[in-house]
């Protein structure tokens, strides 16, 4: 286990980061309301940077054993969860659920 | 349109807002924190146990909850700290992570939020749920104090969620494995809703899908990076196209 000055140099590392990313922006908001670029930008970059972020998540999937099956039927019952009652903590919830089912025994290690 | 908030029971505006007005707002705010916190929880316990699961002290979950407050990548953060990545490294992860927070400022509504401490919280705790709750069309009305309620409200949830599963990891069985899919759970829903919001807008997220795979086949190293980046080009050649185009006009 790493050291504890290490674990909390971490810790303060990433929320000094976070903050800045959070607060400075602000500072800035004249001008970058006034670009018009930005203001594309800023209307479709929420969509895709989720869609990035889901595919980052899968990265390492194990798509030449049979567990690999796990995550995907979990990630369509998210998605179908979702679709299907648009309730955010439901569809995590289910998904979630599917694949620890499936993960831990089906499919364990 | 902006809507100038009721003029109430008493008006000293250089004065302190007094303690009586703080519990209708916090009420209301708990109420709008509800259904956030019916993920932030869960998800907040699954955090904690996989800290525990790491083989790292409990308390660290609490700190790293409280202090870096921002779910996804406090995942990644455990990944990172157990292969003793140096400090350098995780600096820039939580910069690539989290530079979408930087769009957030455009319409989060810090001008109604007073007091310089207050302010700094606002943006401390601007996740991306707050953001979401925050910059809606519901929200046009709320007074500063009852977002910043609620941002106290899903900083609670989720601290609190990752220190009761931190504390219990060591009750759930080594065995219990993908408990960290809620996170992919959580990304998925926020994309299908972001895909949702834009209507009809199918390039985006397409284009964001291709430059992910691309950054996964050609970088699996700095795999968000390389996405990031092609996805933020083809958006701009988009824009530049577009405009050069006028048959959007």
Redesign the interface.
């Known amino acids: 286990?790493?050291d504890t000055p290490?674990?909390?140099?971490?810790?303060?590392?990433?929320?000094a980061?976070?903050?800045g990313?959070?607060?400075l922006?602000?500072a800035?908001?004249g001008r970058?309301?006034a670009s018009r670029?930005?203001?594309?930008?800023?209307?479709?970059?929420?969509?895709?940077?989720?869609?990035?972020?889901?595919?980052?998540?899968?990265?390492d999937l194990p798509v030449t054993r049979t567990a690999v099956l796990?995550?995907l039927a979990?990630?369509a019952v998210?998605?179908g969860v979702?679709?299907w009652r648009r309730n955010?903590?439901l569809?995590?919830?289910a998904?979630?659920a599917v694949?620890?089912?499936?993960?831990?025994t089906v499919f364990?290690h | 349109m902006h809507i100038s908030p009721p003029v109430g029971r008493d008006a000293s505006p250089s004065m302190a807002v007094p303690p009586s007005r703080s519990p209708s707002e916090a009420r209301a705010a708990l109420r709008d924190s509800a259904s956030v916190g019916l993920g932030f929880v869960p998800l907040g316990v699954a955090f904690g146990v996989l800290v525990a699961h790491s083989g790292i002290d409990w308390w660290w979950a609490t700190l790293s909850s409280a202090l870096v407050y921002g779910g996804s990548f406090e995942f990644l953060l455990i990944g990172l700290v157990t292969a003793a990545v140096p400090l350098a490294s995780i600096a820039v992860s939580a910069f690539l992570v989290n530079v979408r927070h930087v769009f957030y400022a455009l319409s989060f509504p810090l001008d109604r939020v007073r007091g310089r401490l207050g302010r700094a919280y606002g943006t401390f705790a601007l996740c991306d749920e707050a953001y979401a709750l925050t910059a809606g069309e519901r929200a046009r009305a709320w007074s500063g104090r009852r977002i910043l309620w609620l941002q106290l409200f899903m900083h609670l949830y989720w601290a609190g969620g990752a220190t009761a599963g931190a504390l219990l990891g060591s009750l759930v069985p080594d065995r219990v494995q993908g408990l960290d899919f809620a996170l992919t759970a959580l990304f998925t829903v926020l994309a299908l809703e972001a895909v949702r919001d834009r209507r009809g807008d199918l390039p985006t997220p397409v284009l964001a899908l291709l430059g992910a795979l691309a950054a996964r086949l050609l970088f699996p190293g700095s795999l968000l990076l390389a996405a990031f980046a092609l996805f933020t080009a083809g958006l701009l050649a988009r824009h530049l196209t577009t405009k050069d185009n006028p048959r959007h006009a």
């Open positions: 286990m790493p290490y674990l909390v140099a971490a810790v303060l590392v990433s929320a980061v976070t903050w990313l959070r607060a922006p602000f800035a908001l970058l309301r670029t930005v203001g594309y930008l800023q209307s479709r970059m929420p969509a895709g940077i989720m869609v990035i972020l889901v595919v980052y998540c899968l990265r796990a995550p979990a990630l998210t998605v979702h679709l955010a903590p569809s995590i919830l998904g979630t694949d620890v089912a499936l993960a831990s364990a």
